[in-house]
């Protein structure tokens, strides 16, 4: 049977191999120099106009964040009663809160914050996650058992719980610690630190890089697993490659594709997540501006009406929206650019 | 297969420990000295010492958790201390369930089955207009923060809008918990389902793409079935298997969740108790709360691993 099917073929793969040998199909250019690898890919993801557009508002996003100092026009603090929730005008271009302060500076300082839980939580969960996912994926024996172990525990928390939970229970007591830790031993500095509200923060970027770094060393493992297995990888291994080179250049180089779009979705999610613990007065605390606290307090005490509601509430939720949408199109941008099959 | 199944079960009563032991030092010893945080501002020594002995914060910490946890395993998760003074935690909890379990059993009935259609949808139509319209779509609810969601479209839905002589709405009523069939669920529970919808339509569609690709549906075709049973009989049912994996994790964190939409329309849930418990402080609550949410997670994942492996024969766990 398989003969039969396979000979008529096989014929024809001779004539058609007979008739282009001869023909100049593939001219060879001397003068053009190879493109590397990642050209093709920066194409594919260019083609996504979403993705591009994404890539675009992230980069406004941290231009803001670092400038926000230079471009806020007010002291996001200042205070002022006879300015009540007042309408867009030439002095406050997006208005003004319940209490007078411009909605402008504060959204612009918001950004700070959050760009800033995004690159620490981003930087712990990066590191502990790529680390110990290879090392279990790659070493397998009791390294895999403790880290997929611990792994398994952390996920035993559903995520908001989990940081609710933390922050019920350790920030306070940190907190407190701190406190005393500074009095006792007169650190002027740690007072302040304490008092400006962002020993609060810190808790909330330990979980929530806690709870990163675990969904990140899952996938990690699975891939290096996989790609443990691979001929060129034990063929690394034969001729004597030391682990940690096989690891950093044989292993985790193959297995970016789906980490980076895991990445990539994965700061949305963490900008939303300062956004929601914010709002629910567990995260950044007031005077301090998030924009999860912002809409927290502009939905305040009585129901908005429509103009109010357009600059008070509906701003800081597109603005957060857009953020996070922009980190989903560059990872979903990436998916594709990364593996042109799937999609 | 069995001594997978014997493995995650032996695995699970460590899980299981683990997670009360840190959910009782973190709940007892996380905000400092307990009695401490139970007494206040009463400082007076000889009280101070009287509860410590009354609630047994005397006794080593060993002897404490196993107290704790005999406690819980009778249904005994202590007593609520500011909120609602001398009511039991578990009596606290059991009333406010129901509410919960209806609300997020509206938010799946809408969510979960709209989102496996339009998966299949827009596999199926891959690459065309409604596809992409479809997977914008599962980004947006993916991205749209539930936090600015609610009061943008609760002023949208429940408020009237006047045009000069002309005016519409309200459209729905909001606030509150008057059952699950009641016109005031339909707002929270579209916000809950969003996310759920999403989840689902991407994870229906890319499982759906998979098998749509792989051999044996082109042998069917090949076969000359028709387009209907290739889909239907065919791929379908290989499509949903892997679905069967997301389902607990989605159900259980929609519990956990709630809180941010029962907290915004005032629903006397479970979700607004642990908020409650958290503004306050009243740590048996929140303890409670989480060793339950906590472990009912885990053993619905593990119920779900199992059945997983009896569904689809080709899993084969080491």
Not at chain 1, 4 to 11: A, D, E, I, W
Not at chain 1, 16 to 37: D, F, G, Q
Not at chain 2, 41 to 50: F, S
């Amino acid at each position: 049977m398989i003969s039969l099917v396979g000979r008529p073929l096989s014929v024809v793969g001779l004539v058609v191999a007979a008739t282009t040998v001869n023909l100049p199909l593939a001219k060879i250019h001397p003068e053009t120099k190879p493109r590397p690898a990642w050209y093709e890919t920066w194409r594919r993801f260019a083609r996504n106009k979403p993705a591009l557009l994404g890539l675009m508002v992230i980069v406004l996003l941290l231009f803001t964040a670092i400038f926000a100092g230079q471009l806020a026009p007010y002291d996001y603090t200042k205070t002022n009663l006879d300015l009540s929730a007042k309408p867009p005008s030439a002095e406050h271009w997006l208005g003004t809160d319940v209490i007078g302060r411009d909605m402008l500076s504060r959204i612009i300082f918001g950004a700070r914050s959050v760009v800033f839980v995004i690159v620490v939580v981003a930087t712990i969960s990066l590191s502990l996650g790529l680390v110990l996912g290879a090392a279990a994926g790659y070493f397998g024996g009791w390294v895999d058992t403790l880290i997929s172990r611990t792994i398994d525990f952390l996920f035993a928390f559903p995520d908001l719980l989990f940081i609710f939970f933390i922050a019920a229970t350790i920030k306070p007591g940190l907190v407190a610690g701190l406190r005393t830790l500074a009095q006792d031993n007169n650190m002027q500095w740690l007072t302040d630190f304490v008092r400006s509200g962002y020993a609060d923060y810190l808790v909330v970027m330990i979980a929530l890089s806690v709870l990163g770094w675990a969904g990140l060393a899952r996938l990690v493992r699975g891939q290096i697993l996989a790609l443990r297995e691979k001929e060129f990888v034990i063929g690394a291994q034969a001729v004597g490659v030391s682990n940690w080179r096989i690891m950093t250049r044989y292993l985790i180089p193959n297995s970016l594709a789906p980490i980076l779009v895991a990445i990539s979705m994965g700061l949305g999610g963490i900008a939303l997540s300062e956004g929601i613990l914010a709002y629910l007065g567990i995260g950044l605390q007031p005077p301090n501006p998030s924009w999860g606290n912002i809409l927290a307090d502009n939905i305040g005490r009585y129901w908005r009406t429509w103009p109010e509601m357009l600059w008070m509430i509906f701003l800081p939720f597109a603005v957060m929206a857009a953020v996070v949408f922009a980190f989903n199109f560059v990872g979903d941008g990436l998916n594709e650019a990364l593996n042109p099959e799937l999609q | 297969m069995a001594a997978y199944v014997v493995r995650r079960l032996l695995w699970l009563p460590v899980l299981l420990i683990l997670i009360s032991l840190v959910t009782f030092a973190l709940g007892i010893y996380g905000p400092g000295d307990p009695v401490q945080v139970l007494m206040g501002l009463h400082t007076r020594p000889e009280i101070v010492d009287q509860v410590r002995k009354e609630y047994g914060f005397d006794q080593p910490f060993v002897i404490q958790y196993l107290n704790y946890v005999s406690n819980a395993l009778r249904g005994n998760f202590g007593y609520s201390v500011v909120k609602f003074p001398g009511q039991s935690v578990s009596d606290l909890l059991a009333k406010r369930f129901p509410v919960t379990f209806q609300l997020n059993l509206v938010a799946l009935a809408w969510s979960l089955p709209l989102g496996i259609a339009l998966g299949i949808f827009s596999a199926l139509k891959r690459k065309s207009w409604f596809d992409v319209f479809i997977r914008a779509l599962v980004i947006l609810g993916i991205s749209l923060p539930v936090i600015g969601l609610q009061p943008v479209l609760t002023f949208a839905m429940a408020r009237k809008h006047e045009f000069g002589t002309f005016s519409i709405g309200p459209f729905l009523p909001v606030g509150g918990w008057k059952g699950m069939f009641a016109p005031e669920v339909i707002l929270p529970a579209f916000i809950l389902g969003l996310g759920v919808l999403a989840v689902f339509t991407r994870q229906t569609r890319a499982a759906m793409i998979e098998v749509m690709t792989s051999d044996f549906i082109r042998t069917a075709r090949a076969k000359g079935l028709k387009e209907w049973m290739v889909v239907g009989r065919h791929a379908l049912r290989n499509a949903l298997i892997p679905l069967v994996t997301i389902i607990g994790f989605t159900i259980a964190g929609l519990f956990a969740g709630s809180f941010i939409v029962e907290q915004f329309y005032g629903i006397p849930g479970v979700g607004s108790l642990a908020f409650d418990a958290l503004t306050s402080r009243e740590y048996y609550i929140i303890m409670a709360f989480t060793l339950i949410a906590a472990t009912v997670y885990v053993l619905i994942n593990l119920l779900i691993d199992i059945l997983y492996a009896f569904v689809d024969p080709r899993i084969r766990y080491q």
